[in-house]
């Protein structure tokens, strides 16, 4: 396009319809929440991430806490960056987890990874958390399903809440009634479980009280379920990994291997790898039982920066900073027993401590390993920031051609480098001159992640015609050897 205006002479515009070029964000950093109460304040502030490239920078946390152990382990295993988010230290173990957890709207505590990038440039990939994230709440409230949703309630109704079983532990649940809006208005749209309660061995009665004073309410009725609930942690971090196209490694229970799957059952949402047990390190001689979430973040960081790339596995990969494992893990026995259950271990096979298994916690099956879930967001947040600069161009021919282009030129990228299959990039039928003159355009994308081989199945047979084989082979030997010379 030219300015059409008066003009003698020659004059030269470059043109705005110019290709976007593909960018791929760094994939290996990884987001370590915890506690450093001798940090230099100024350098690590309080809920404020800080970008840390080395061990140097990192000696700045101070040894107590939890951070320098869970970088320098980051960085024992391989791994690349980290951003380290410092939060306020307390004796009490309450404050403390409500501490690390934080706030989603101050976004404070595992919440500051929302603002992570905003704040150093950068996009963590894997979340690992100080805390015990391997615990659950056992006979609690696991949902509540409204029966009658009432009818001309003026104000919210009282929850009276009995029963739940004999169990002396017992501790009832907190519930919180959410009203209707709208065309909806004046009945109950919902029960929010405030706090789930715990040993309870059977479904609570929930009795809904007052609701205004108009002569045909309707109160409502609602029935509880009970079961294993899930620990904040696991609730906070499946809010948080799918904005950012992030997983989190979590410890597990710990204890034994059912009760490690039986945590992983209060555990879903397709972005939580759970690994179990804990490791053991030497300190001074003494062995000490540690977390182990950042060891498997230290190894994954070590693939993503090796020839695997984003698509490599955590799995099978020899252990550089453990000198044992909490529990022994048998190999394949304890091990498949856990992997297919989607919860992660150590195994001590083949000269050493390997990570095994890389499951994430999903019922889905099409995205329940770890390097296929992480070679998607990748190429997903690389076509979004691809066609980013396409946002407000004219929608011109050569603008469509190169958005097209564009897109299928950073599909073999990927395609070249192993990461996927194959893929495409195509403009849909739904794309309309009603929908385009109000400025939306609709592409079509697919493609394949490269996925893992997890399962290798061998079939060994006997085949007695070897014997034949030897025989000639004796016989050959015979007949051209000095033997042939007897007759």
Excluded at 83 to 97: E, F, H
Excluded at 113 to 133: C, D, F, N, S
Excluded at 391 to 401: E, G, I, P, Q, S
Aim: aromatic share 6%; with cysteine; net charge negative.
């Amino acid at each position: 396009m030219v300015d059409l205006s008066y003009a003698h002479g020659v004059t030269l515009t470059e043109s705005a319809e110019t290709p976007s070029l593909l960018r791929v964000q760094r994939s290996g950093i990884t987001f370590v929440n915890g506690t450093a109460p001798d940090a230099d304040a100024a350098a690590f502030p309080l809920n404020e991430p800080q970008i840390v490239t080395g061990a140097k920078q990192a000696a700045a946390l101070g040894v107590a806490g939890s951070l320098l152990e869970d970088v320098t382990t980051v960085f024992g295993e391989g791994g690349s960056w980290c951003i380290v988010n410092r939060v306020p230290d307390s004796a009490d173990a309450a404050t403390q987890q409500s501490n690390l957890i934080g706030d989603p709207i101050a976004r404070t505590g595992l919440y500051a990874a929302l603002r992570a990038k905003a704040l150093t440039g950068y996009q963590p990939r894997v979340i690992i958390t100080a805390g015990e994230t391997g615990t659950w709440i056992e006979g609690g409230v696991v949902s509540v399903s409204l029966t009658v949703q009432g009818a001309n309630l003026t104000e919210a109704p009282t929850i009276e809440v009995t029963g739940g079983g004999g169990d002396a532990g017992k501790v009832l649940p907190t519930l919180e009634v959410v009203m209707g809006e709208g065309a909806n208005a004046g009945t109950v749209a919902g029960v929010r479980v405030v706090h789930p309660g715990k040993k309870m061995s059977q479904a609570p009665t929930i009795v809904f009280k007052g609701g205004g004073t108009d002569a045909e309410k309707v109160l409502p009725a609602a029935t509880a379920s009970v079961g294993d609930v899930a620990n904040p942690f696991v609730s906070a971090l499946n809010v948080i990994t799918p904005k950012i196209r992030a997983r989190a490694y979590i410890t597990g229970p710990n204890t034994s291997n059912a009760e490690a799957v039986r945590f992983r059952n209060t555990v879903n949402g397709g972005r939580i790898l759970i690994i179990d047990p804990k490791t053991i390190k030497n300190v001074n001689g003494v062995p000490v039982i540690k977390p182990v979430a950042a060891v498997f973040a230290g190894v994954r960081a070590r693939v993503v920066a090796s020839s695997e790339g984003v698509s490599g596995s955590v799995s099978n990969k020899v252990l550089r900073t453990i000198d044992g494992v909490a529990r022994t893990i048998s190999y394949p026995d304890d091990s498949n027993y856990l992997n297919e259950r989607q919860v992660a271990t150590i195994i001590n096979e083949r000269g050493g401590f390997r990570t095994w298994g890389s499951r994430l916690a999903t019922d889905d099956p099409l995205w329940q390993f770890d390097s296929v879930r992480a070679t998607a967001d990748m190429v997903n947040e690389s076509l979004e920031d691809l066609y980013f600069l396409y946002v407000d161009r004219k929608f011109t021919k050569a603008n469509l051609k190169m958005l097209i282009e564009d897109g299928n030129a950073a599909l073999r990228v990927f395609k070249n480098n192993d990461d996927i299959l194959g893929g495409r990039v195509w403009l849909p039928d739904i794309n309309e001159p009603t929908t385009l003159a109000a400025g939306k355009l609709f592409l079509d994308v697919e493609f394949e992640p490269v996925g893992i081989m997890e399962q290798i199945h061998i079939t060994a047979r006997r085949n007695i015609l070897y014997y034949r084989l030897l025989l000639d082979e004796v016989n050959g030997a015979i007949e051209t050897g000095p033997l042939s010379l007897a007759a």
